[in-house]
């Protein structure tokens, strides 16, 4: 084991980290997106291949040879758009940013406001807010805005007459990513009958993601988040307030 070290060059090191470090970007822009499941599927059919070599399922081991012989033509072919997504992000964005702070918190102090203007008018919405599972697979069927956080945009959204206030406005990196997002909903027997469609979408998505979910009761005008399929209801603007800024760490 040392004399594998003494013979580490600092080269190797740097080549190992650079190739550690693209592969995390990678699993970062592509978690929580339908690429992932994808990428299952593929792990699923290689691991089929070796077995069928160790089995001595000859047919089967032909079949998924001939498969693998393609896999980088099928592997763009299947992942085009999210090759150029992470093109694009790279080409953008700088590598080691981060979310801001002060940002992230005013963002937090906007959409409060409006879901507490919005309770007040028992106007109906459902809001989401990305943490680390990436929320993609839904910002993609949606109406993309890519626009700041403002209270006069979140409230205009879901008003009655809006055309885009069916479904969720999704909330990533501090922005408006997406509107008319549309969610899973839960099969939770165990959910109380009074929760209507918006909280099913809502604990739907947290079953499967680590997002949290405002919802706005449209009948009840309260308030009500949702984190890891637990519904937490009545809250008022400080306590919504709070509950998020723990969230984010703000």
């Known amino acids: 084991m040392l004399e594998i070290f003494s013979q580490l060059r600092w080269q190797d090191v740097v080549d ?3 190739i550690a470090f693209v592969i995390y970007r990678l699993i970062h822009m592509i978690r929580g997106t339908r690429a992932m499941q994808m990428i ?3 792990v699923v059919v290689l691991l089929a291949y070796v077995a069928s070599q160790m089995l001595g399922l000859f047919t089967l081991n032909w079949v998924l040879d001939n498969f693998l012989g393609s896999i980088i033509l099928v592997v763009i072919v299947i992942f085009q758009s ?5 093109l694009t992000q790279v080409g953008t964005t700088p590598l080691f940013s981060g979310p801001d702070r002060i940002e992230r918190g005013q963002a937090l102090e906007e959409i409060t406001k409006a879901v ?3 309770a ?3 106007v109906g919405a459902l809001i989401v807010l990305e943490r680390e599972v990436g929320l993609n697979e839904y910002i993609e069927v949606g109406t993309a805005l890519d626009a700041r956080v403002s209270r006069e945009l979140v409230e205009s959204v879901f008003l009655p007459h809006s055309p885009i206030h069916d479904g969720a406005l999704v909330i990533q990196k501090g922005r408006v990513a997406a509107a008319r997002c549309f969610l899973p909903l839960s099969v939770d027997s165990g959910l109380s009958k009074e929760l209507g469609t918006r909280h099913r979408a ?3 998505l947290t079953e499967e993601t680590d997002a949290a979910a405002i919802v706005v009761s449209e ?3 309260k308030i009500s988040l949702v984190v890891g399929s637990k519904v937490t209801q009545d809250l008022d603007g400080p306590q919504l307030r709070g509950a998020l800024q723990q969230l ?3």
């Open 40 to 42: 299952i599927g593929l």
């Open 202 to 204: 809502a604990v739907g």
């Open 219 to 221: 009948e009840q005008g």
């Open 82 to 86: 999210d090759i150029r997504r992470a």
């Open 116 to 118: 507490v203007s919005l």
């Open 16 to 18: 190992i980290g650079i």
């Open 248 to 250: 984010f760490g703000t």
């Open 120 to 122: 007040s008018k028992r």
